[in-house]
Every structure is written in C-alpha cells, then in structure tokens.
C-alpha cells in the first residue's frame, strides 16, 4: 500500500517552466499547444548541441553553478500555522461551552452546515444503472461483481459480499478503500469485507476513483496510468476541479452517497442499519460521511481521525480529496465531521505507529466523548488503539466488528473468522479490470464540460467594474499602505548583471515578506533613495537570484538600460522564502511538496496563493511609489506571470508589461487533460468570475505597452 510519506520522494508532474507566451507576440518561445508551460526549469534560450571542448567547458560551468538564496525557509509554514491555529483555539472556545443537551445539539447543526458549504452541492441523483457483471460462490457467501453510474457514464466497480448460510434481512456496510493500487482486492479491505459477510452483513466494498478498476489516466497498457496511480492521479484531477468550484472529496463521498443509495433498494437489506467503515483515505472518506448524510446507522473510520492542525504541525501531505476548502476558515476539524452521527454507535479506530498523529485522535475522542455523553448514549462512542503502524489491522477489524455487533445484534462473535483472499483478476467487475474500456466519463471530461459551461456563462465586466470585481474576488482592500521593511546583508559573488545589489525585506502582512532586489552600479547598506524616474520591477517564477544570472533575456533586458532603476522580487513562497519544509527544499515541484502543502492549507483557509502573491505585489508597488517611483514597467516570467497580470489590472503605476509563459487561460488549464500548472497557480472558482483573457483585455485598454523580449 502506498503511504503518503512514500509520495514525497515522487518526481514531479510537471509545474511552471520554459512555455514562453508573451502578449504582443514573442519570437522563439516554447509553448505547449494548449498555451500552459511546459514542464522544465531551464533558462529560456534555444537550446544548443555543444562540441566536445564546449560540453567540456560546460561542464565546468554547471559545477561552478550557485546553488539559489533562500534564507526564509519556514516563513510560509509560520505564517500559516499561526492562522490555524487561530481558528483551532477559536474553535477550542466555542467546545468549552458545550454544557447542556441543546448546546450540543446547536454545535452539531452548526458544523453540519459549516461541512455542506465547504463540500459543495452534490450531483443530481441519476439513474444508478446498476448491474451485476459475475458471481463467485463461496462457502458462507457469495461476491457479486457489480457496476453501477454514481454520475450518468460515471462507473464505479464494487463487489457485493452477500450471506449465504442464513436469510435475510442484513444489517449492511459500505466499505471504503485507503490508497491501495488494486483498490476493492487490497488483503485488509478484502478481509473485512469477508470478514463481515461470514458474520452475516452484507457488504458493498468499491474501488475509489483512480485506484482498482478506476484508472483515469490510463497509459497505452490501460492497467497502468500515465500520471500515477492513486495519490498522483487524486492531486491531477482534484487540483483542476478547483477551477470549476469542484471538490474531489465531493465527487468521491457522492460514489459513496449511491452505494448507500443502491443498499436501501435492496429488499434483503436492513436499511437503518447500513454503516460504513474504511481505512486510510478510506477512513477520511468515512469520516466525511459521517457529517453528509444522515442515514449511516453506525460508522468506523479506521487511520484517519486525527486534526488538521496536527497534520499540518508533523508536515504531513494530504490528497485534494482530504483537504476541504474553507474547512479551516470555518473552523472545523476531524471531530466535527463524526460528532454528525451523534449518538449513534461510532468507533474510532487508530494505530499506535501510524504517521496519523494517535494524539489528535485521543484529542478527537474526548471532544466527541463529551457531546455523546450530553445527548446520553456514551456507550456508542469507542476508541481502539491497535498495536503496530498505517493499516486496517486485524485488532482494529475486530474492534470494528464488535462495535457493529453491538449496534446491531447481528453476532456475538468476539474475533474474524477465517479469511481466504481472493487473487485480485478473480474480483474484477469489468472484463479486462479497468472501466476505460466502458468508454464512459472521467473526472477529467465532466470537469472539462462544466468548464466550458461556466465560462461560456460568465457575464463581461469593463471599466471600473472591471476593477471593483476583481478586487473583490481576491479579497483585496482597495487600497494598500506601504510596507514596512528591513534592509538585509548584502551577499557577494552571486554574478548578478550589476555589481551593486541591495535586499530588502518588505513585510506586506504580519508574518510575510517579500523580498526585493535593488540592481544598481552601486551597493547599498542603507534605505533607497527617492527618484522621482521610472523603473522596472521583475517578479520571479522559482528563484529572483538564479535567474538574474541564469536567464539571458533577462540580463540583456537589464543591461540594455544600465541607468534605470530595476528591481525584482520573490513573492511569497518563492526563492527566498521557498520553504525547507516536508523534506526540504527539494520536494517543492513534486505533486506532494510543500510548494502544494501550502497551497493546499491556503485553500482550507479560504485564501488562495495567487490572490496572497497579487496582496505581495501591490504592496510592493506602493513600496516603490514612495520611492519615487510612479511609472514601473512590470516584468514577469513563469509563475509569476498570473499575479503579475492581475496586479498590472489594479494598479495606475504600472505603464508596461513583460511576461514570459504567461498561460492562455484558466479555461485551457480546465480543458487540458495533461495540464502543467500547479495548484498554487489556481485560484477557486475562478471561471465564473474571470479568466486572463480578461485581464489582458483590460490591461491593453489602458494604452498600457507590451514589450517582446529581444
């Protein structure tokens, strides 16, 4: 089974790199077709096949080749930490003063509706369509291969584990698989399936997306995915939903919310006693189900039920699928989701060595105990601490199966029967063990459609409304005071197109700097002057220091004008701030890096990346206009492009433009199946409110010129 640690050492999926996409035209630049950048951090020149003494000499170039600055690795991870855990002590306050019955009662109707705003609307219920595809006759049960469409299209591969040694009714459970390849066949999701139908429940266990019979992205071998199957394939596919104000947690409970659907329509099942119980990414899946629907008899999420800020404290990654939007801003936290079923029977199941902190999960407990007790059935609260590490173990199965006996008097049998694995091919549902060759919808061919639908709907804003609009989707006050800033120690032999450079660190909120270059002829160790000129301001993709050497256009752009003010600067997150955290620097363009890891928080925190960096820029650029500076020609490349573009669109100082990979648009993004751009360049919901065509639209508008590199 793959574990979230394991994917840290994944390479990259690809995020912002040498596509060139300059408005005003750019000779020479790479570009993929759908206009996103292409995945790579070389300079942008034309590339060249070096003789025998130049690959030599070139050698001894990359080995003189200086590693970036970056001396603020743990701001992000500070600065967001501090916001949830404001909202965690927020959230402490408002659970001291649950005393009563009615108070515990209001708290979870107040969470309920914090957990349906932040997971969205669910899809219309369609027809399931479901059919059983195979049968495999087993001494005391059967396993039903079944195939059914939670959305029209949309196929879901399950297997239904059905008693056979005595009739029926049965008490049911939905079984929900962790980040297993082979899904439903994983041994302990087999095991507890069984394990529960030898014990007379019947048991609907189904591949989550991407994983099992569920390849999205299959390679040319359709059992194989191009992008990765499970946790690379979640963060693909869930990062782009974010672009339509989709939720891949949303879409996969709603696979769940039908299963529970098809076991009510079964006559030989019990339908207030149908529970759901899951382990891992299973057991997240379980606990957000805990708080969707309200017909789960009974529940046992397994490895999951901890606390957001624990996670985020231990550097822990989590999928898309796990990390709600606005879930922190509302302050919510794991417990909230279970307290939903209160007091109905529910059993939290931990591991003792699991990487899911076994602390928050006590914490979890105790903050549940409380609300159980007040609505008077504490009883049908348990926690099981196993033994061992990440895993839904055969002491925390049992514990499982005591607790849903107890519920529902099924059996008083007090530990697993025997249990015979089945080889995963005998399990598949669909003929060759993948529902590509159903030819049915993906997740990324209904995001790709609500995408069109969206943008083709949006309504056109202009002018000041234009303004008014975009200020107010990324939550920005209409005006910016200038920063205060520390003037940092100069450091030397960094070969930047000029000898004197002066850092300056300029806190545009408490916690956040934004680190600005001065190039001039001459170092400072002093505040800059005031000149009443114009300047430049370069906003960097990964590193203001590495590419003041290493990308050509960019020095011949400064060296060009040798007496004009240029200043560059890494936003948030970027160059010198780019975090050391989640194993270092180095995992920062993996699709689970810390580049993510907080990209990700910043959504749960109602706050996305882009509109914290367009704040930096603003900020920046009044910097530079008390300085004299009230004409800037803003330059960009990468990365920095998007909140470039969006600052240009807000300010009156800007008076040229320069950007190089600046994407299409956000449409091209939702529309691109292999798209490059990472989701610390996304901003929610953003088609229904605006694309970057709109921007430059606005921007060219305003007689503001656009430069071609040269």
């Known amino acids: ?419 015979l694995l089945e080889k995963d091919a005998d399990l598949f549902v669909t003929t060759q063990g993948q529902v590509a060759e159903l030819k049915g919808a993906t997740v990324f061919s209904m995001t790709a459609q609500k995408a069109r639908l969206i943008a083709q709907a949006r309504p056109r804003k202009v002018g000041e409304d234009w303004k008014k609009h975009l200020r107010a989707c990324l939550q920005l006050p209409e005006k910016f005071s200038v920063p205060d800033y520390r003037i940092l120690r100069s450091v030397s032999g960094r070969k930047y197109p000029r000898p004197g450079v002066t850092h300056y660190a300029l806190q545009t909120e408490p916690g956040i700097e934004t680190i600005v270059y001065r190039l001039a002829q001459q170092r400072l160790e002093s505040r800059p002057p005031v000149l009443k000129e114009g300047c430049s301001l370069y906003v960097s993709d990964l590193s203001t220091d590495s590419e003041l050497r290493e990308e050509a256009w960019l020095r011949r752009r400064i060296e060009s004008n040798p007496d004009q003010p240029f200043f560059a600067c890494d936003l948030r997150g970027v160059g010198d701030s780019r975090p050391d955290t989640c194993g270092g620097t180095q995992t920062y363009l993996q699709p689970y890096g810390n580049d993510y890891f907080y990209a990700i928080h910043s959504l749960m925190l109602g706050r996305s990346i882009p509109c914290q960096r367009v704040f930096d820029l603003l900020s920046t650029i009044a910097w530079l206009k008390s300085l004299g500076h009230s004409s800037i020609e803003l330059v960009a490349l990468d990365r920095g492009t998007i909140p470039a573009l969006l600052a240009a669109c807000l300010s009156a100082e800007i008076a040229s433009v320069q950007f190089v990979g600046l994407p299409d648009s956000y449409l091209a993004m939702a529309n691109t199946e292999d798209y490059q751009w990472p989701l610390s360049s996304m901003i929610p919901d953003v088609l229904s409110k605006f694309d970057l065509p709109d921007a430059v639209e606005q921007i060219k508008s305003r007689g503001i010129r656009w430069m071609d590199v040269s």
């Open 1 to 419: 089974m793959l574990s979230r640690r394991s994917m840290l050492g994944v390479t990259a999926l690809g995020v912002a790199g040498t596509g060139v996409s300059v408005i005003g035209g750019l000779a020479g630049g790479v570009q993929s077709s759908s206009g996103t950048a292409m995945a790579n951090n070389t300079p942008h020149e034309p590339a060249t096949i070096p003789s025998n003494s130049e690959s030599v000499i070139q050698n001894l170039k990359e080995q003189e080749k200086l590693p970036p600055i970056q001396r603020f690795g743990r701001m992000m991870h500070n600065y967001i930490d501090g916001q949830i855990r404001e909202k965690m002590q927020e959230r402490q306050s408002k659970l001291s003063q649950i005393n009563t019955r009615e108070a515990a009662l209001s708290y979870i109707q107040d969470v309920s509706q914090k957990i349906r705003t932040a997971f969205g609307s669910f899809p219309e219920r369609t027809p399931l369509n479901a059919r059983i595809t195979g049968t495999l006759n087993r001494d005391t049960y059967r396993v039903d291969k079944l195939l059914y469409e939670s959305q029209p299209g949309f196929f879901v591969t399950a297997n239904l584990y059905v008693p056979t040694a005595t009739k029926g009714p049965f008490p049911a459970v939905v079984g929900e698989c962790g980040h297993a390849v082979n899904g439903k066949a994983y041994p302990s999701y087999q095991s507890f399936a069984q394990g529960l139908a030898r014990q007379g429940y019947i048991v609907l266990i189904f591949d989550p997306v991407s994983q099992g019979e569920r390849i999205q992205y299959p390679a040319d071998d359709a059992a194989k995915s191009r992008i990765g199957i499970g946790v690379l394939e979640h963060l693909h596919e869930g990062n782009q939903q974010f672009l339509i104000n989709e939720f891949l947690g949303t879409t996969r409970a709603w696979d769940a919310i039908r299963a529970l659907d098809y076991l009510q329509s079964r006559e030989d099942v019990i339908p207030h006693q149908i529970g759901i119980t899951g382990s891992s990414g299973g057991g997240t899946l379980t606990m957000w189900l805990c708080g969707l629907d309200s017909r789960w008899g009974m529940a046992a999420p397994s490895c999951a039920v901890t606390s957001f800020y624990r996670n985020f404290q231990n550097e822990l990654p989590t999928d898309t699928e796990q990390c709600p939007p606005e879930a922190l801003q509302f302050g919510l936290d794991h417990a909230d989701f279970v307290a939903v079923m209160a007091p109905k029977p529910v059993v939290i199941l931990a591991q003792e060595e699991d990487f899911f902190d076994v602390r928050g999960t006590i914490q979890a407990y105790e903050e549940l105990r409380k609300i159980w007790r007040l609505l008077g059935h504490e009883d049908n609260l348990k926690l099981s601490i196993a033994p061992g590490g990440h895993d839904y173990s055969r002491v925390s199965r049992e514990a499982m199966y005591a607790h849903f006996h107890q519920a529902t008097g099924q059996s008083k049998a007090s530990t697993e029967p025997q249990i």
